[in-house]
């Protein structure tokens, strides 16, 4: 035989749980701000984002050692916070341009991507590794600038 189940309330836990887990998704949508959170794919087509596998990251030493080698530093912040993110010899495309804006990465030499906040950059990375561009993601701005400032000390 067995015993009825409780009728009792769900535990706070619960409720706490479901506070966390709301408030943390409302917390990362208001993040996506700084670096665009433009618009997905339509869903089937080749680049919709849930079906875009990660392209490989890299520590801002590997980032600057790809761009010495040739590689082109992508910047896909919003034009609104792009003082804030240019890095001096990098192509700006908002993330949300991106898909259209292909034609203008040469498909012939690797590309590091980075936004002010990192946000964007896995996305933009995969985007550009699903079009066949050799892609790597850096993701925050931050991550040049604390290489550079290492290296400078040295």
């Known amino acids: 035989m067995t ?3 409780s ?3 769900l535990p706070v836990r619960h409720f706490v749980s479901k506070f966390w887990v709301s408030t943390g998704f409302a917390a990362a949508l208001i993040s996506l701000a700084a670096c665009g959170g ?3 794919a339509a869903p089937g ?3 919709a984002d849930l079906e875009l596998d990660r392209a490989p990251e890299l520590s801002g030493e590997e980032a600057h050692q790809f761009v010495s080698y040739g590689a082109v530093l992508l910047d ?3 034009e609104s916070h792009l003082a804030e993110s240019a890095i001096e010899g990098s192509t700006h495309i908002p993330m949300d341009e991106l898909r259209a804006r292909l034609n203008e990465l040469p498909q012939n030499a690797s590309i590091v991507v980075y936004c ?3 946000e964007d950059t896995a996305r933009a990375a995969a985007v550009l590794v699903a079009e066949g561009y050799d892609a790597h993601e850096l993701g925050a701005r931050a991550r040049w600038d604390v290489t550079n400032e290492a290296t400078a000390s040295r």
């Open 116 to 118: 002010l906040t990192g």
């Open 76 to 78: 896909v912040t919003p």
């Open 38 to 40: 433009g618009p997905a």
């Open 7 to 9: 009728a009792s309330p």
């Open 45 to 47: 087509s080749a680049t």
């Open 3 to 5: 015993t009825p189940r």
